[in-house]
Each structure stands twice: as structure tokens, then as C-alpha cells.
């Protein structure tokens, strides 16, 4: 029989197919921020800050919100939020104001987060993984798109706010289409179906062990993208030798070695390798690209890397998710919503690290930080790979 969730799951990938483009449109219009708001493009980046403010303030409710509400209304209300941010920060002149804004957009990333996770492993429980590293999927799709758009908007003298405009009039109709679709009744999917919660463990899972090591793994994933994400257009401008356009198309290449591995993923997880595989691989092949294009200092050498880049920080908080969910099956939202909490502190500390490094120390270490925490992402992964070869029977 059909899945009946089909139609809300398409909802919900494309609530995240917009999200892409929001989480480098500061990025890409940093210059035009900056003239707008009369402040300084450091100023601007940490406009990515506020949005890592507002995503850990909801996160120390918002799961709560979405086993006690359900999925539905949280993801609706994400939506509007995020129709607030799309608008508000191409239409002001004041840098207060779209602080607010992005923090709001944090709000929102929460409430999306919190909701659409938990309602795809109810909606799909035999297929969790790829369903939900398809969000990534759906992530990269836009945001390889948008630098194309930004293009297109200047070449055709079009005002860059319209950008967030067209997100925005898209963010509110598939809001109002989510209000009819039906979602998974989640106080009924921990004793029906595929996915009842897990008996058969060999050892109690341990929030405080393997758990926080998942945790800490949302932190270090993300770190890595919002590295990227935030500075890859500066950094070929800086320690390459790009034009500003060339830099900024750097954006795209990343995104597409993103679109790439989430699909490889889609098609091999749970088949071919497994979660946590895949989270020590990962980190591994982005040492590897890191350490090449610190070594060798040129445009080919930076597009592989970026795009090598792409390929392999996409997916991997994504994954955690799903780990910690297999872990601690009762309380999905809850226990997923301390991951996005370790993930929305990288949003806010990292572009602040960042931000002070390069000011003292110079663009490449940006690559130096980066390297490290691939290291200590690896490490992580080891350890809770041995902790699920002991839980699981």
C-alpha cells in the first residue's frame, strides 16, 4: 500500500530545499548587507550568530513542544517564522533590527528541526536513514542554486532582496500546504509498526557516554560547514587570489559536493554502510581535501577541495540525529533537540572564534581550525562505533 505521507514528507523536504539557500545568503550577500545596514562585513557574518542565538534558546523547548503538540504545528509555525526573516532583513536599514531577524531564523531552524526529524523516522521508520539524510539532500539542492540566482539578479540589475522575497512567498504557501497534509500520529508510533521502541539491547544506552559523544559530534559537523559555509567565498579571495564573482561561485561547488554524497547516501546507507561508518569516513576524506589546499595554494587545487568539501561534511548531522534517535527511541524530539543544541553552539561560537583568528592570525586558519576538528569529529565516531557494537544485540 502507498505510503501516505509521501505528499507531507515532499512538504517537508521543501521547507529544507529552501533552507540551503537561507544558510548562505548572508554569505552571499555580505557586501550588500553591509552598504545596507552602514556596518562592516564582520559585523555582517556575525548576523549568522544570531541565528545560532535564536536556534539554542528554542532548542531547550521546542522538542518538548514537538512530543507534547505533535510534529505538524511545529514545522507550520517554522515556516511563518522563516517568512518573517525573509523579509525583514532585504527591508530594514537597521542592523538591531536584522539581528532580531536572524534570531528568529534561529527560532525557526529549531522548530523545523525538532518536527520534521521525528515525523520522517514515523513516516518512513523502515527507511529512517536515507529519509532523513535526504534532508541534506534537499538542503544542498538549494543551496547550489542560489549563487546562480545572485548572479542573475545582478546581471540583470534586479534589486538582491528579491532573493529573499521569492523564499519567503514560497516559505508561506508551503506553509498553508502543510496545514492540510496528514503526519504520523507520534504518540501512537512507540507501540505500532516498525517503529517500536528498541528492546533488544545488549546494554542500556547512556546519554552520558555514547550519547554525549553523538552530541558532541552534532557540535563538530556543523562547525565544519559553518566554517565553510561563512568564509569559503573570503577564503578564495584571500589565500587563492580569486575575483569577488569567481570566490562566490565557490559557494556552488561546495553545494554540489553536497548534493553528491547526500545521494550516495540516500542509495547506501543501512545497505551498504552504516551510520556511524560513514561519520568516521567522512571526517577523514575532509582532512584529507584540508590539508591539500593548505599545502598546495591554487585555483584548481580549490575548487577539488571545495567541492571534496561538500562531498564530505554533508550528511553527518543528519546522521547523528538519526544515531541518537536509534539510541534513545522513547524520547526521539528530546534527545534529538540536545544534537541541534550542540549544533546551533557551533553557529554561534565558531563565526566568534573564527572571526578573531582571522583578524590575528590571517584567512588560513580557517583551514587550520577546520583540520582539527575533523580530527576530534573522527575520534568521536570511533568511540561511539564500539559503544553501539556493545548496546545492540
Do not use: C
Not at 532548542?59 to 503538540?69: E, I, M, P
Request: aromatic content about 12%.
Amino acid at each position: 500500500m502507498k505510503n501516505p505521507y509521501i505528499k507531507s514528507s515532499l512538504g517537508m523536504y521543501i521547507n529544507y530545499f529552501m533552507l540551503g539557500m537561507i544558510n548562505i545568503i548572508i554569505a552571499a550577500n555580505m557586501e550588500n548587507l553591509s552598504g545596507r545596514y552602514g556596518v562592516t562585513v564582520a559585523k555582517i557574518s556575525l548576523l549568522v550568530t544570531a541565528i545560532g542565538i535564536g536556534k539554542l534558546l528554542a532548542l531547550f523547548f521546542v522538542g518538548y513542544l514537538a512530543d507534547r503538540w505533535g510534529r505538524k504545528p511545529v514545522i507550520i509555525i517554522a515556516n511563518f517564522l522563516y517568512l518573517l526573516f525573509l523579509v525583514g532583513i532585504p527591508t530594514t536599514t537597521s542592523y538591531v533590527l536584522a539581528f532580531i531577524f536572524a534570531v528568529s531564523a534561529g527560532i525557526a531552524n529549531s522548530l523545523l528541526d525538532s518536527g520534521t526529524y521525528p515525523a520522517l523516522t514515523e513516516a518512513f521508520p523502515k527507511t529512517a536513514s536515507s529519509a532523513s539524510v535526504l534532508v541534506k539532500a534537499s538542503v544542498a539542492i538549494g543551496a547550489t542554486l542560489l549563487p546562480f540566482i545572485m548572479a542573475f539578479l545582478v546581471a540583470n540589475h534586479i534589486f538582491w532582496g528579491w532573493a529573499f522575497f521569492g523564499m519567503g512567498l514560497l516559505y508561506l504557501l508551503n506553509g498553508i500546504y502543510l496545514i492540510f497534509m496528514p503526519f504520523p500520529n507520534h504518540k501512537l508510533v512507540s507501540t505500532k509498526g516498525g517503529d517500536a521502541i528498541q528492546t533488544d539491547f545488549k546494554e542500556q544506552p547512556k546519554l552520558l557516554s555514547e550519547g554525549l559523544a553523538v552530541i558532541l559530534i552534532g557540535f563538530t559537523s556543523t562547525a565544519l560547514i559553518v566554517v565553510w559555509e561563512t568564509w569559503l567565498p573570503q577564503l578564495g579571495i584571500q589565500l587563492i587570489g580569486l575575483e569577488s564573482n569567481q570566490a562566490v561561485q565557490l559557494l556552488s561547488y561546495f553545494s554540489i559536493g553536497a548534493l553528491v554524497s547526500v545521494l550516495l547516501l540516500a542509495i547506501m546507507l543501512d545497505k551498504f554502510i552504516s551510520p556511524i561508518m560513514v561519520a568516521i569516513i567522512y571526517p577523514l576524506g575532509a582532512l584529507v581535501s584540508m590539508l591539500i589546499l593548505l599545502i598546495v595554494e591554487s585555483s584548481g587545487i580549490a575548487l577539488v577541495s571545495t567541492f571534496l568539501m561538500g562531498l564530505f561534511t554533508s550528511g553527518i548531522l543528519q546522521l547523528a540525529l538519526s544515531i541518537m534517535m536509534k539510541l534513545f527511541p522513547a524520547n526521539k524530539a528530546i534527545t534529538s533537540s540536545y544534537v541541534n543544541i550542540a549544533s546551533s553552539l557551533a553557529f554561534i561560537l565558531v563565526p566568534l572564534i573564527i572571526s578573531g583568528l582571522v583578524s590575528s592570525m590571517g584567512i588560513s586558519v580557517t583551514l587550520i581550525f577546520s583540520i582539527v576538528i575533523a580530527v576530534v569529529s573522527v575520534a568521536l565516531a570511533v568511540f561511539v562505533l564500539g559503544r553501539i557494537k556493545k548496546i545492540f544485540a
